[in-house]
């Protein structure tokens, strides 16, 4: 079993940054793929960016040139570094884990950017 903890989020004027992590309860090396998703308010969790054990990333349309997805093995941490926020990036942000067939999911941190 895996546990996430996401930590980092809060409020932000437009244009501003932010740094998500999500720490692992276990060793990532053996994590095939970690992932940050979000759902706002009366809409559907969406992928906002994955990061495989290999390094390879994927990144959701509306935030690619903007988010960067990166990971730490050492601290078994994945982080989310947002940059040039939009108010419709504002939504509760999710950190997933799949791991042994099965996906893994933390509490969620807010982000809200206000205009």
């Known amino acids: 079993q895996v546990q996430l903890v996401e930590s980092g989020g809060g409020l932000v004027q437009a244009g501003g940054s932010l740094r998500l992590s999500c720490a692992a309860s276990i060793s990532i090396f053996s994590i095939n793929v970690m992932g940050w998703y979000r759902q706002a308010p009366g809409k559907q969790r969406e992928l906002v960016a994955v990061?495989?054990?290999?390094?390879?990333?994927n990144y959701g349309d509306s935030v690619k040139g903007r988010f960067t997805i990166s990971r730490d093995n050492a601290k078994n941490t994945v982080y989310l570094q947002m940059n040039s926020l939009k108010p419709e990036d504002t939504a509760v942000y999710y950190c997933?884990?799949?791991?042994?067939?099965?996906?893994?999911w933390g509490q969620g941190t807010q982000v809200t950017v206000s205009s």
């Open positions: 990061i495989t054990s290999g390094g390879d990333r």
């Open positions: 997933k884990a799949d791991f042994a067939l099965e996906d893994y």
